[in-house]
Nanobody, 124 residues
Framework: QLQASGGGLVQAGDSLRLSCAASGRTFMYVMGWFRQALGKEREFVAA????????YYSDSVKGRFTISRDNAKNTVHLQMASLKPDDTAVYYC????????????????????WGQGTQVTVSS
């Protein structure tokens, strides 16, 4: 099970940290964050490979968002800074157990388990 938390309403330029806690069978190859804005398709935001902490970001968030993991708590954080109204969306965390190529990590089809989503709203 994945439990996402940390969403909220903030102003443009503010920061926010999302967390995703995994419980149950917690072996993960990669954990990712995706987001879906109203009326748009879900899109990749960031991912972290569990074994070596390699991180991957979409161009739209690179340099503003940071993904990290807390091994002891089986938790992944998404630190979001310099937030923009375009970042407004429901954010979902997701995991995949088995290895895959890097390019596939950017696709929602690569992920087997999904959290319930947390709303992030950025006002201008």
């Amino acid at each position: 099970q994945l439990q996402a938390s940390g969403g909220g309403l903030v102003q443009a330029g503010d920061s926010l940290r999302l967390s995703c806690a995994a419980s149950g069978r917690t072996f993960m190859y990669v954990m990712g964050w995706f987001r879906q804005a109203l009326g748009k398709e879900r899109e990749f935001v960031a991912a972290i490979r569990w074994s070596d902490r390699s991180t991957y970001y979409s161009d739209s968030v690179k340099g503003r968002f940071t993904i990290s993991r807390d091994n002891a708590k089986n938790t992944v954080h998404l630190q979001m800074a310099s937030l923009k109204p375009d970042d407004t969306a429901v954010y979902y965390c997701a995991t995949r157990r088995n290895p895959t190529i890097v390019s596939y990590m950017y696709s929602e089809g690569a992920y087997e388990y999904w959290g319930q989503g947390t709303q992030v709203t950025v006002s201008s």
